[in-house]
């Protein structure tokens, strides 16, 4: 994992992350990012030397070896300045391409052991996409500013060093400038970020719109709706608002900078007509005060205009650390790498007075529920959309912990099993089950081929599609691949419950993933289930009542509690939700 002191983290800590991924490349950078700054004092002794000795040429005694020597100095100087910018961009580049192969699998690796309940929170998804998006683009950058910083101080300690010589008051007025500056500009910077922080979740948005707008999926609906133009209006306003929100901070912080470049400008000013005073009465020499003079232009240039934005830059940096130092301290659910297999059997699921509400939610959605699941036997959870059907699903495999009343697997209460543990027990197939663009087989055995996937293949009657494709069940599917193959929704929701059964849990829950089929095809795999699956307890959610049916069980949710609980006889029987529910689907396919 990323090796950081998960409290202390700084942008020290970045630079020192960049160093550990490439020490080569990065002390390359840095020896030329100290000889940058080096090269601007000594320039200095080398072009007043230079034109001392040029003075001296109409003397008696002309320095013309010194001359020549200076000259030959500020040749290589330019040479360095020329050779060094190309380096630089050539070792950055490296450096920013060995982020991408060797920080970037860790920053995935660190999203994907996330703990579930983050994922469905919309601040850790701003959190997400402000840390990770380009990430290596902004450690670079981080970088950057930082040897930058060095290049910029080792060349204006050097410069004050030189005048601090000749007049040490200079030198002391400067600093009293400059601190006040570099806190304004810092101040700047972290205004900017904060406002970019803000319009964060405007930004999501607009990323979404233009996902909806140019993505694959909603082609079809997006041609037959023609939603394109008011999406894109929405996208341009978004865009709008958000330019106009950042703008307006860009442009007060801006102006605080100017101001304070115009006092760096009219102190430059003030020096060079002091120093000036001294080459009168002999105390400085033409050739040091020119290039005195010519470096003060070019630190005011320096500080005007590079260390503003830099520190502009480095406060906003800073920002970025506190969201990085964040996104480190997520918590992670370590399990997530447990690839043990743990073959647990499956007895019985004993459910006491269960509550439960999510964070933001302000009333309880499950509400007082007991249920006894006994092994072998079949399941179905019904009723209307919102009653928590699929809440109570994720709390029954692990995914939310923080429940109130007491959940028993075989007994043990369910917070002492591991999440791995949970997870070999329930083979859970959802709603918004995933499409995987890769091989049908890796799409339902991954990473473990051997495990009878011809079986599962037949039990659900994936033979005739397979043997459609034109590279059988290694063929690719979705539209990623040239060679991709397009299937109906249907088949790829006989692929989501094979890769379940595939799984070989005890347990399977199927969460309503039958929508795409017909009504007969449901029917049929819901029928066929407890033949495909022997042995299995099986929990299964659909509103098509009439594949329920068969269940040994029917357990009716209403508003978070159980309604009603029996045979699908008994409930015909009791006349109440359920027989309505059912008489009413009843009449609708006589219709
Ligand atoms: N992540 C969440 N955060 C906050 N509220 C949620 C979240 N997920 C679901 N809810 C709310 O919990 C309630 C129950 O939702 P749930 O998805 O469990 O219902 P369901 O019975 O499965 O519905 P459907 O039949 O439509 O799938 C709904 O009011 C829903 O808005």
């Given at each position: 994992m990323l090796d950081l002191q998960k409290k202390n983290i700084s942008v020290l800590s970045i630079v020192k992350l960049c160093a550990k991924y490439s020490p080569k490349l990065f002390a390359m950078c840095l020896a030329l990012t100290v000889m940058d700054g080096l090269l601007v004092p000594l320039m200095l002794v080398v072009v007043a030397n230079f034109i001392d000795s040029v003075i001296t040429l109409t003397s008696n005694d002309p320095q013309t070896y010194i001359m020549i020597k200076n000259a030959m100095f500020m040749g290589l100087g330019y040479l360095y300045t020329q050779l060094s910018q190309e380096l630089k961009l050539y070792f950055y580049e490296l450096l920013e391409d060995t982020l991408r192969n060797k920080l970037k699998p860790e920053i995935i690796k660190k999203q994907f052991s996330m703990d579930y309940l983050l994922f469905e929170s919309t601040q850790t998804q701003d959190l997400l996409l402000r840390v990770t998006k380009d990430i290596e683009k902004k450690f670079i950058k981080i970088l950057k500013s930082t040897n930058l910083i060095i290049t910029i101080a080792v060349q204006v300690v050097g410069i004050l060093y030189a005048l601090y010589k000749y007049n040490w008051w200079i030198v002391i007025i400067f600093i009293f400038i400059i601190i006040p500056m570099i806190f304004l500009t810092f101040k700047g910077g972290k205004a900017i970020y904060e406002s970019e922080k803000k319009v964060g979740f405007i930004t999501r948005q607009m990323n979404?719109?233009?996902?909806?707008?140019?993505?694959?999926?909603?082609?079809?609906?997006?041609?037959?709706?023609?939603?394109?133009?008011?999406?894109?209006?929405?996208?341009?306003?978004?865009?709008?608002?958000?330019?106009?929100?950042?703008?307006?901070?860009?442009?007060?912080?801006?102006?605080?900078?100017?101001?304070?470049?115009?006092?760096?400008?009219?102190?430059?000013?003030?020096?060079?007509?002091?120093?000036?005073?001294?080459?009168y009465n002999n105390l400085l020499s033409v050739g040091l005060f020119t290039a005195i003079v010519g470096s003060m232009i070019n630190l005011t240039k320096v500080i005007s205009l590079q260390l503003s934005e830099l520190f502009f830059e480095f406060s906003s940096h800073n920002e970025y650390v506190k969201d990085f130092k964040e996104f480190i301290q997520l918590e992670e659910n370590k399990e997530v790498f447990d690839d043990r297999c743990e073959n647990l059997k499956f007895e019985s699921l004993h459910i006491k007075n269960l509550y439960f509400k999510y964070k933001d939610s302000k009333d309880y959605i499950i509400k007082g529920i007991n249920l006894y699941l006994e092994k072998g036997k079949s399941y179905s959870l019904?009723?209307?959309?919102?009653?928590?059907?699929?809440?109570?699903?994720?709390?029954?495999?692990?995914?939310?912990?923080?429940?109130?009343?007491?959940?028993?697997?075989?007994?043990?209460?369910?917070?002492?099993?591991?999440?791995?543990?949970?997870?070999?027990?329930?083979?859970?197939?959802?709603?918004?089950?995933?499409?995987?663009?890769?091989?049908?087989?890796?799409?339902?055995?991954?990473?473990?081929?051997?495990?009878?996937?011809?079986?599962?293949?037949?039990?659900?009657?994936?033979?005739?599609?397979?043997?459609?494709?034109?590279?059988?069940?290694?063929?690719?599917?979705?539209?990623?691949?040239?060679?991709?193959?397009?299937?109906?929704?249907?088949q790829w929701q006989r692929i989501a419950i094979a890769r379940a059964l595939y799984k070989n849990g005890p347990f399977v829950?199927?969460?309503?993933?039958?929508?795409?089929?017909?009504?007969?095809?449901?029917?049929?795999?819901?029928?066929?289930?407890?033949?495909?699956?022997?042995?299995?307890?099986?929990?299964?959610?659909?509103?098509?009542?009439?594949s329920t049916k068969i269940s040994d069980e029917i357990i009716v949710l209403d508003s978070g509690k159980i309604a009603e609980q029996g045979s699908h006889e008994e409930l015909m029987m009791k006349d109440n939700i359920y027989a309505k529910l059912f008489n009413t689907q009843k009449e609708m396919y006589y219709e």
């Open positions: 979404y719109l233009s996902d909806i707008l140019s993505n694959r999926e909603a082609s079809a609906e997006r041609t037959l709706f023609n939603y394109s133009y008011t999406l894109n209006k929405r996208f341009k306003d978004a865009h709008l608002y958000r330019s106009n929100f950042n703008t307006k901070t860009l442009a007060r912080e801006t102006l605080r900078i100017k101001l304070c470049n115009i006092v760096i400008n009219i102190f430059t000013i003030i020096i060079i007509v002091t120093l000036s005073r001294q080459v019904v009723g209307l959309n919102g009653a928590g059907k699929t809440t109570l699903i994720k709390i029954l495999v692990g995914l939310y912990r923080d429940f109130e009343g007491e959940i028993l697997v075989n007994g043990k209460d369910i917070k002492l099993y591991t999440f791995n543990q949970l997870r070999s027990m329930f083979s859970v197939v959802s709603q918004d089950y995933a499409r995987y663009y890769v091989s049908l087989k890796d799409n339902i055995a991954f990473d473990n081929p051997e495990g009878g996937l011809s079986s599962v293949i037949e039990k659900l009657e994936l033979g005739d599609l397979i043997r459609d494709l034109p590279e059988g069940e290694n063929s690719y599917l979705g539209k990623m691949y040239d060679n991709g193959i397009d299937i109906s929704g249907g829950i199927l969460d309503e993933p039958t929508s795409s089929l017909s009504p007969t095809a449901e029917s049929k795999v819901y029928s066929n289930f407890s033949k495909i699956a022997k042995d299995k307890t099986l929990l299964m959610i659909s509103h098509r009542l009439g």
